[in-house]
């Protein structure tokens, strides 16, 4: 038995399959121990000594598994490689079954796939001797029979303990009785002297109530007072509530009118766009226009050359002069026409120019408007909030500014308009002169 090392003492579940095709399920014990040369194996069942399987296996029996199952590993890798398979069983990464026929228990490592099961190792281990089975039991019963002497030695141990703690126990009941009648005695010292106590505090608490009923008398008297102090101040505080009510009106009113004023600020700078695009319009027009200028003081100067031309040729030739009497006449015409076209241009640069002075009258108009909230609010500002009044005042000063900008605007449509006359009025004594 010294020369024995267990290496794997466990119990599984494993299914056995029996030579007539019975299959049962048993929960068997597989024991691994390593002898000097050999390896022994043994499975039973640890409630059926009939069923009980052993095999030695030493490196020539091996040898003859290893050429039967074509494995790989030498005798020493074989018995590690058999632990860890036993490893991967407990963790369900490998498969264990045993198949019986006769004598022989066959144990089959295997693992599943999805084809078929594929068989890693298969080891046969035959019935075990009656006799080392009889001494296996001998061992059992000694085994047991030497529990037994040890729970028999454990079982006086405790009831020896027993004993002493039932004695503790009368003990503890005895100290217990006497102190219960000390308690006793002590519940009715302290009895009588809370009974005592009792009536000194009911006559200090007696004096305490006619000193707070007093006091509470004063507190009335106190709280009346506050009463009528609160009645005053309430009537102030309507007071102080209908005038921030009239000053929230005011404030509404002046929002809308600030907002009225944006509104009609915007609007002049669109009319101001409008103006402006008309002006670029009319830029355009008279750009065409001083073209066309051009090409008829060109043309005038070209029909110059033929007067000249045709006074000269007009003593040579009287037959030509009747044509170009009719040529000067077409030229006189055309003019004519070119002068009366040009003066209705004037007349709508006049209508425009009258438009801006009336949308300069409608601005001067908004600015005495302006000028009359700006008084207002000064009047009204002592009494606003100061944070209103900034964001009020930076309104007035964006609206003034988009004023001033506005004025900007229309002075420069003046200017161009006086230059735009100025150029018709040029371009016409030109005409004329030519």
């Given at each position: 038995m010294s020369d024995r090392k267990c290496l794997y003492n466990k119990n599984h579940h494993l299914h056995i399959t029996h030579s007539n095709g019975f299959i049962e399920e048993r929960n068997l014990n597989i024991s691994i121990n390593n002898l000097i040369d050999s390896l022994l194996i043994k499975i039973r069942d640890p409630t059926e000594f009939t069923f009980n399987y052993t095999e030695g296996i030493n490196e020539s029996e091996y040898e003859t598994i290893r050429s039967k199952q074509n494995l790989d590993i030498d005798f020493i890798e074989f018995k590690t490689t058999l632990l860890d398979m036993l490893q991967l069983f407990q963790k369900k990464e490998m498969f264990l079954k045993c198949e019986i026929s006769d004598d022989i228990c066959s144990l089959i490592f295997y693992k599943k796939s999805k084809i078929k099961?594929?068989?890693?190792?298969?080891?046969?281990?035959?019935?075990?001797?009656?006799?080392?089975?009889?001494?296996e039991l001998i061992d059992n019963l000694q085994r047991i029979q030497d529990s037994n002497d040890t729970l028999k030695k454990q079982l006086a141990n405790v009831r020896k303990t027993v004993a002493e703690?039932?004695?503790?126990?009368?003990?503890?009941t005895w100290l217990k009785n006497q102190l219960e009648r000390q308690f006793s005695n002590e519940l009715k010292k302290v009895e009588d002297f809370f009974i005592a106590k009792s009536r000194d505090l009911e006559e200090l608490a007696q004096n305490r109530i006619r000193l707070t009923q007093q006091r509470i008398v004063k507190l009335v008297e106190d709280v009346n007072s506050v009463k009528s102090q609160t009645v005053l101040k309430f009537a102030s505080n309507v007071r102080l509530s209908n005038t921030i009510e009239s000053l929230r009106f005011e404030a509404t009113e002046n929002a809308k009118l600030m907002n009225q004023l944006k509104k009609e600020n915007c609007v002049l700078q669109s009319v101001n766009?409008?103006?402006?695009?008309?002006?670029?319009?009319?830029?355009?027009?008279?750009?065409?226009?001083?073209?066309?200028?051009?090409?008829?003081?060109?043309?005038?100067?070209?029909?110059?050359?033929?007067?000249?031309?045709?006074?000269?040729?007009?003593?040579?030739?009287?037959?030509?002069?009747?044509e170009l009497s009719k040529d000067l006449v077409q030229a006189n015409q055309m003019l004519v026409n070119f002068n009366s076209h040009y003066d209705s241009?004037?007349?709508?640069?006049?209508?425009?120019?009258?438009?801006?002075?009336?949308?300069e009258e409608i601005l001067n108009g908004q600015k005495l408007k302006h000028h009359k909230v700006v008084q207002d609010f000064d009047n009204y500002k002592a009494l606003y909030n100061k944070e209103i009044q900034e964001k009020l005042k930076h309104e007035l000063f964006l609206s003034n500014s988009k004023i001033e900008e506005l004025e900007k605007a229309i002075?420069?449509?003046?200017?161009?308009?006086?230059?735009?006359?100025?150029?018709?009025?040029?371009?016409?004594?030109?005409?004329?002169g030519t």
């Open positions: 099961s594929i068989i890693y190792l298969s080891l046969d281990l035959h019935k075990t001797d009656q006799k080392e089975i009889f001494n703690r039932e004695k503790q126990i009368q003990q503890l766009a409008n103006h402006e695009k008309n002006i670029a319009d009319l830029r355009h027009i008279l750009n065409e226009r001083d073209t066309a200028v051009k090409g008829l003081s060109k043309r005038n100067e070209e029909l110059r050359m033929d007067n000249e031309k045709a006074t000269k040729v007009i003593a040579q030739n009287k037959a030509n002069i009747e241009k004037i007349k709508q640069v006049e209508q425009l120019n009258e438009a801006l002075r009336s949308k002075r420069k449509a003046n200017k161009m308009n006086t230059l735009l006359t100025e150029k018709v009025n040029n371009m016409t004594l030109n005409s004329k």
